[in-house]
């Protein structure tokens, strides 16, 4: 028996402050966790989140991508392919892959350079915050750049998609602030894609606005625009949090394993190794929510049908049985060892994986260039407090000379 | 029994971790599309075609039996 409650509950503060003691309890003692205040179930260890991936028959994505949704019960109301299985799934996605593919986003690392380069130009050395003056800013202005968002509405963005996934501690559903959110963000993309039916540009809303799919009935049809809209609020929003997160961990996960940014300064190299540590040791995207299609026993557990299942890519990824020395953060570790979920794994892996790992990258070669030697300021450190992502709002740091 | 490598090029998005692992047997042209070289599982290669098998980001790759 142990001593206290094994509670994981995904808004509690203590959840946004860091998960990996209850994510070690639930690894070893209730890897089919299930939680009665909310009547969810949870999956923490590596071989059992890698494998619920893979089975999307399963494991739904259709019902929703976070509890509210998913417990509701019902198919989800917006069209975007988070929340489609195949294989309507693969149809949507086949309409975008091609922009994202490692050799298509090679071709935009000028861009993204540039873009990254102008973050620096208003830096000040002595008072720099990582997620503020830096990683919040970039993500959103590339991605949004690619989908045909125009200059001035790009951080805009990033305002709106923060304020639809805060979450207080407790909360659950979205508040009106982040539904007015969606709501004016809907408003621009229904806006541009009139203007791109109108006038075609070298952009993804065009490419999308001249798409056609494949209909159930076998009828090709072009998107509405409510798909086109779901499109842009997802690619806009995924690319605007994650890597904002992933640079402002890697911030803070350096300044307490100097060893390991000793290793970066001494060989840039190991930069792609080291955003793929990154990405195991805390990734931006710690779960996704999947519903239960039917009755699935696993370690003596019976999870019902049309239940919320927690994938805890995040546990996963610190699993000893997945990964040597899996709390240790070791940008020369062995990556063949498991797979690295931090992009999740089978249909539903990350499509900007390509697009985050370049900017990463990119990211982190000009912080060790800016801030080789540098201090966290611990006492002003923040973290987030939203649903599906986690890291920090606020990493300040003072550049040593 | 014979085993081959079977790719679902629906599923495929080019990402290249095969062809990374095992050249030989998976290549990226220069359009993007996958072309498996040689589709049969080897002794010499069928340690690598199943470590492209897991890595593959999609889990687009299988061995099937002939």
Same mark, same amino acid.
């Given at each position: 028996m142990t001593a206290t409650e094994l509670v994981f509950d995904p808004f509690s503060e203590e959840f946004f402050n860091g998960p990996w003691e209850i994510y070690r309890r639930m690894r070893e003692e209730a890897p089919v966790y299930y939680n009665s205040e909310h009547d969810f179930y949870a999956l923490s260890r590596h071989a059992d989140v890698a494998a619920a991936f893979k089975d999307h028959e399963t494991?739904?994505?259709?019902? &929703?991508?976070d509890l509210a949704m998913v417990k509701s019960g019902q198919p989800a109301p917006m069209k975007m392919i988070i929340l489609m299985d195949p294989p309507e799934h693969r149809k949507m996605r086949s309409l975008v892959n091609k922009v994202f593919t490692p050799r298509q986003i090679a071709n935009l690392k000028p861009m993204v350079v540039d873009t990254i380069d102008r973050c620096f130009t208003a830096a000040d050395l002595e008072h720099f915050d990582v %997620? #503020? *003056?830096f990683a919040a800013f970039f993500p959103v202005e590339v991605i949004t750049r690619m989908l045909g968002v125009p200059s001035d509405r790009r951080q805009q963005v990033r305002q709106w998609v923060d304020s639809s996934l805060h979450r207080e501690p407790g909360q659950i559903e979205m508040s009106p602030e982040g539904q007015q959110a969606v709501a004016e963000a809907m408003a621009l993309y229904y806006e541009l894609i009139q203007q791109r039916r109108a006038e075609p540009r070298d952009d993804m809303f065009t490419r999308l606005v001249q798409a056609e799919i494949e209909r159930e009935d076998g009828q090709k049809e072009s998107l509405e625009d409510i798909e086109i809209a779901g499109f842009a609020t997802l690619l806009g929003g995924a690319g605007a949090e994650t890597v904002t997160k992933l640079i402002g961990n890697a911030a803070v996960t350096f300044a307490q394993n100097p060893d390991q940014w000793q290793k970066l300064l001494d060989d840039r190299d190991k930069i792609p190794a080291a955003v793929e540590e990154l990405l195991r040791y805390e990734?931006?995207?710690q779960y996704n929510v999947r519903r239960s299609m039917r009755e699935v026993t696993l370690h003596g557990v019976t999870i019902p049908a049309g239940k919320p299942v927690f994938l805890l890519g995040g546990s996963a990824n610190r699993d000893p049985e997945a990964f040597t020395d899996a709390d240790t953060f070791d940008? *020369? /570790? *062995? /990556?063949?060892?498991? #797979?690295?979920l931090g992009f999740g794994y &089978? %249909?539903?892996?990350?499509?900007g994986a390509a697009l985050a790992r370049m900017e990463s990258a990119i990211a982190l070669e000009r912080l060790l260039t800016f801030m080789p030697r540098y201090e966290v300021l611990w006492d002003q450190c923040q973290r987030v407090a939203m649903q599906n992502v986690a890291g920090w709002s606020h990493v300040p740091v003072r550049v040593v000379n | 029994m014979a085993q081959k490598i079977d790719v679902d090029f629906g599923l495929c998005e080019s990402n290249g971790v095969c062809m990374g692992i095992i050249p030989e047997v998976f290549d990226l042209d220069d359009e993007d599309y996958l072309h498996i070289l040689q589709d049969e599982v080897t002794p010499e290669n069928e340690q690598q075609v199943k470590e492209a098998v897991r890595q593959c980001p999609r889990q687009a790759i299988a061995i099937r039996d002939e």
């Open positions: 494991f739904s994505s259709a019902y &929703g991508l %997620v #503020q *003056d990734a931006p995207a940008i *020369d /570790r *062995d /990556r063949t060892e498991a #797979q690295n &089978g %249909v539903h892996s990350c499509l | -």
